[in-house]
T-cell receptor, first 114, second 111 residues
Framework: EPEVTQTPSHQVTQMGQEVILRCVPI?????FYWYRQILGQKVEFLVS????????KSEIFDDQFSVERPDGSNFTLKIRSTKLEDSAMYFC????????????FGSGTRLTIV | DAKTTQPPSMDCAEGRAANLPCNHS???????VYWYRQIHSQGPQYIIH???NNETNEMASLIITEDRKSSTLILPHATLRDTAVYYC????????????FGKGTKLTVNP
């Protein structure tokens, strides 16, 4: 069964440094998303991306966050100048035609800011 | 999007049906009911969704009451691997693509 692949599975980064989380969505999917889950808390929406642009973002997704689909296969989340509170599991998801067709989530990247 | 209410936890015996309830009394006419689950901090997994008719797929069945104010997700023959947090999410079609996750129901399937 097709999968959404996320790398790395675990990333430790010093506070203030930049980090890039990588995702390879399912090849025929057109909608892409990032969610995060702080330990013990709810899964939270960050951003949706369609047709090479952000279609929606949450209040969490401020100027330190950016997304990119640089080569038609990878989908990346960049966090500039990381803070301790950015520590969380970050999940990438993709969908063939949007929410009503179900999302496929990746297994996540555990980001630890030290 | 309408708010949902789910019990925080449930237990089920292996091989029996697991019936997970969800209340969404403020649901509006164009809002769908989605079910996802999350197995031990893995990424959420899509299960099923519906508007007003009952739905069934290879994973589960979704029963929506006639007034649409509540629904039940049924796992017909629960296995130990179905132990997970189950999320009921209500969201309108069109416009926003995001899913708003609540705390869900922690289902424990016991041998």
């Amino acid at each position: 069964e097709p999968e959404v692949t996320q790398t790395p599975s675990h990333q430790v980064t010093q506070m203030g440094q930049e980090v890039i989380l990588r995702c390879v969505p399912i090849s025929n999917h057109l909608y892409f998303y990032w969610y995060r889950q702080i330990l013990g808390q709810k899964v939270e929406f960050l951003v949706s991306f369609y047709n090479n642009e952000i279609s929606e973002k949450s209040e969490i997704f401020d100027d330190q966050f950016s997304v990119e689909r640089p080569d038609g296969s990878n989908f990346t989340l960049k966090i500039r100048s990381t803070k301790l509170e950015d520590s969380a599991m970050y999940f990438c998801a993709s969908s063939v035609r949007g929410r009503d067709y179900g999302y496929t989530f990746g297994s996540g990247t555990r980001l630890t800011i030290v | 999007d309408a708010k949902t209410t789910q019990p925080p936890s449930m237990d089920c015996a292996e091989g029996r049906a697991a019936n997970l309830p969800c209340n969404h009394s403020t649901i509006s006419g164009n809002e769908y009911v989605y079910w996802y689950r999350q197995i031990h901090s893995q990424g959420p997994q899509y299960i099923i969704h519906g508007l007003k008719n009952n739905e069934t797929n290879e994973m589960a069945s979704l029963i929506i009451t006639e007034d649409r104010k509540s629904s039940t997700l049924i796992l017909p023959h629960a296995t130990l691997r179905d132990t997970a947090v189950y999320y009921c999410i209500v969201s309108s079609q069109g416009g926003s693509e995001k899913l708003v996750f609540g705390k869900g129901t922690k289902l424990t399937v016991n041998p």
